[in-house]
């Protein structure tokens, strides 16, 4: 077996059991890809792996999507969405959840989960230094369950955002219109940390 496929092989048992038709069909395209470049058509294999990267990030991205909680009871929500479309993108903004919750009387509240953005170590560097947050009054050092964060109160509506940094890599920022602070929580309770720790973990 030649490297490639020996290389290739590997990413394919790397994957979740090939249970389903999209398993199936990710292997193939693998498999397809290793045929191409042994016949030397060099540009189809580029092709044909490239589909099937593609792939593999959608599986990845519908997982990462179950790490947003359901919405809590009396709130409905919209479907979650994913920003990890890979490639340049992903490498300037990192990998973003989000999910939108809301409520019979204009409530809502707005979960988002960025992780590997080369902009958090700004949110590292205001966390270590509190002198920079003098400027806004609103905004205060602000601890969940040992992660360190910020807690900003927006006058003008009443409502609270709460950041926080797992890892410093991992970025959870949870806001609301028309939701107070106490609400706000109860969704953190709702998320699994340690769920979403291992989801980005290397």
């Known amino acids: 077996m030649s490297p490639l496929k020996r290389l290739l092989a590997l990413a394919l048992l790397s994957l979740a059991p090939p249970v389903s038709a999209q398993a199936d069909a990710i292997g193939d395209q693998i498999q397809a890809a290793a045929q ?7 540009r189809k294999a580029v ?4 589909f099937a990267a593609a792939a593999i ?14 919405p809590l009871a009396g709130w409905e929500a919209d479907a979650p969405e994913s920003a990890a479309s890979g490639g340049i ?3 300037i903004l990192g990998t973003s959840l989000s999910r939108r919750y809301y409520r ?3 409530a809502t509240v707005e ?3 960025t992780a590997d953005s080369p902009f958090l170590p700004l949110m590292g560097m205001m966390l270590s230094n509190p002198i ?5 009054p609103d905004t205060q050092l602000y601890s969940w369950q040992g992660y360190p964060g910020l807690r ?8 609270w955002e709460i950041s926080l940094l797992l890892k410093n890599r991992i970025l959870i920022q949870v806001s609301g219109t028309q939701a107070d602070r106490q609400t706000l929580e109860t969704y953190l309770k709702a998320l699994d940390f340690s769920a979403i720790e291992r989801a980005f973990s290397d």
């Open 36 to 42: 191409a470049y042994e016949a030397g058509a060099f």
């Open 152 to 159: 900003k109160r927006v006058r003008e509506s009443g409502s």
């Open 104 to 106: 019979g009387d204009g």
């Open 89 to 91: 993108a992903t490498m």
């Open 47 to 50: 092709q044909t792996l490239q």
């Open 57 to 70: 990030r959608e599986k990845i991205n519908q997982s990462l999507l179950q790490l947003l909680p359901e």
């Open 132 to 136: 920079l947050l003098q400027s806004d």
């Open 111 to 113: 979960i988002r989960i």
